[in-house]
């Protein structure tokens, strides 16, 4: 091996072992590093998490929303807000509304859509709910529609501190 290529392997072991250590050291000050998408209609995967709690106050984009709390929800506490949140519906739109981050607020199509989804929604029952991730939590919900047609959907929903108030901020199926 020649001595440009020894020097070439040792830069780049260099420069991996820079990473990780930068890596380990954002993880010391933030808490957790995840992985997510601006479009994805999946939840962000966390990839590391030093404290263990699962409470950063980085989103799923990797970056500082400057909105959400420090501290995120229990998996208890999600449950019993998303159950809340279903129970208001579909009668209860105005109050409902409010229980969406104004982000999700304009991907749900603004209040308009929202209330004309829900105006084709007789009764919506929860069924189980389990929690995806410290910010996330999958819901079997069974819509009856004014048609007389039910369906049956597993939606996952993002459920987070905005301005100290629990809000869902995304939701997919």
Do not use: C
């Not at 962000?44 to 709390?69: E, F, H, M, P």
């Not at 999600?78 to 409010?98: N, V």
């Amino acid at each position: 091996m020649s001595d440009r290529a020894g020097v070439a392997i040792a830069v780049a072991v260099i420069g991996a072992a820079a990473t990780i250590g930068a890596a380990l050291i954002a993880v010391g000050a933030f808490g957790n590093i995840h992985v997510g998408s601006d479009s994805s209609d999946q939840p962000a995967t966390v990839v590391v998490t030093a404290n263990g709690n699962g409470n950063g106050n980085v989103n799923g984009n990797g970056t500082d929303s400057g909105k959400q709390d420090s501290k995120g929800p229990t998996a208890d506490q999600m449950a019993s807000f998303i159950r809340s949140y279903y129970a208001q519906l579909p009668s209860g739109t105005e109050s409902a509304w409010t229980q969406l981050s104004s982000s999700y607020q304009s991907q749900s199509g603004g209040y308009s859509g929202y209330t004309k989804f829900w105006s084709t929604v007789t009764t919506v029952q929860v069924g189980s709910i389990t929690n995806t991730d410290y910010r996330t939590s999958t819901a079997t919900l069974t819509y009856t529609y004014t048609t007389g047609k039910t369906q049956a959907e597993k939606r996952w929903l993002r459920v987070e501190y905005v301005n100290s108030k629990l809000q869902i901020t995304a939701s997919g199926t």
